[in-house]
Every structure is written in C-alpha cells, then in structure tokens.
C-alpha cells in the first residue's frame, strides 16, 4: 500500500507553493484524499525537498496512520475532519504574506474586483481564532469548510478546498492575489467592483 503516484503529487505540490512564496520553508500542510486514506505533508521537514516517501497515509474514518515516516503535521486532524464533512479531494493550508495579513485585520478581502477571483473563491470568509493544532480549531474549521472553499484562519493563515490538488493550489494562488489587489487598492478612492447583476452571472457558471 504505497500509494506512490498521491502521495508524490502532495510532495510536488507543497514544493510549488514554496517556490510560489506561498508558504516558509517548514511552514503549511497539503493533503489530499483517495477513497478512505488521505495523504499529508510530515512536520517539521524542509517543504521544498519532499519526496513521496516523506508523506504520510492516514485513514480518514479512523485517523489511524497507515504509514508515517516523520512527525505527523500537528494539522492533520483539521485536514481530517473537512474529509469527514465535505466532499473535496484536496486541502491546501499555507500562510501567503497578504491573506496572512488579512487573517488578522478586521477588514474583507474583495473578490469583487477580478471576475476570476469571485468565480474560484465566491466569498473569503474569516475563521475565528482557535489555538493551532487542536480540536478545538480543526472543528470549526471543518464547519466553515461546508460552505465556503477559501478560508482565512484568524491570526494563523489561509486554508483552500478542491477537488483536486490543482484546484486546492490554484485557490490559494487567486486568494493572495486578492488580498494583494485589496491591499494595494486601499491607495485609491474607490475600485470599480463588479456589479450585482455581473456577480449573478459569474456564479452560474461554476
């Protein structure tokens, strides 16, 4: 039971997000679920030279690790539990400058600036703040993960869903990007939004 084409695909993945200046070289998580076995990046390894052996197999409905070389990521469970509650295949969970930076401001990202934003992200909505690695965290988490594919987790980072890791990946890259336009546009008086009627159209496309 290797697994070997999944799990270096999340080694890959999480490599990308530190090149992309996405995530710090031991900071982050990626995972991604195969019928009952998810697969995560370990804790505490150099994010940007990970192989397929470094990633862990995890039983999703019991949590019991089917192989783990290094420590498990303290994220698992939060990993875990969006499995159990949600439908998606994918989880990327990183900390992006500008998202990380909205995370604790009390002010919204605006996906109403760039049509793709609002196609692949709809509404950022903000996680309150739990201690990370716990329960207590992974449960709300998990909550907000039902309804909303990009989340910002309060004082901590961002979290994207997919039903795959492409989409996972793509979510984040669009989510820091949007907090970078937001950011930057607070230079300006006003930004030309999308309208309501535009909005309406761009959401029944997905």
Do not use: W
Request: glycine share 6%.
């Amino acid at each position: 039971m290797e697994f070997k084409e999944e799990r270096a695909l999340v080694a890959s993945t999480m490599g990308r997000l530190y090149k992309r200046g996405l995530t710090t070289a031991t900071g982050g998580n990626v995972s991604m679920r195969s019928g009952d076995y998810m697969f995560i990046t370990p804790s505490g390894k150099d994010k940007d030279s990970l192989t397929f052996e470094d990633i862990a197999i995890l039983n999703v409905k019991t949590g019991e690790q089917i192989i783990t070389s290094y420590k498990l990521s303290i994220e698992s469970e939060m990993h875990r539990e969006i499995y159990l509650k949600t439908d998606v295949c994918a989880v990327v969970h990183s900390h992006p400058t500008f998202a990380s930076l909205f995370s604790a401001l009390d002010e919204k990202i605006d996906t109403h600036i760039i049509a793709e934003t609002y196609y692949l992200l709809n509404e950022v909505v903000k996680v309150p703040y739990e201690l990370m690695g716990t329960k207590a965290l992974a449960d709300k988490v998990s909550d907000y993960a039902k309804s909303s594919c990009a989340l910002l987790l309060e004082n901590h980072g961002a979290l994207t869903i997919g039903k795959t890791l492409l989409s996972a990946f793509d979510r984040m890259e669009v989510l820091e990007q949007s907090a970078k336009l937001t950011y930057l546009a607070r230079g300006f008086a006003k930004t030309n939004d999308i309208s309501g009627d535009n909005l309406t159209a761009i959401a029944l496309m997905r």
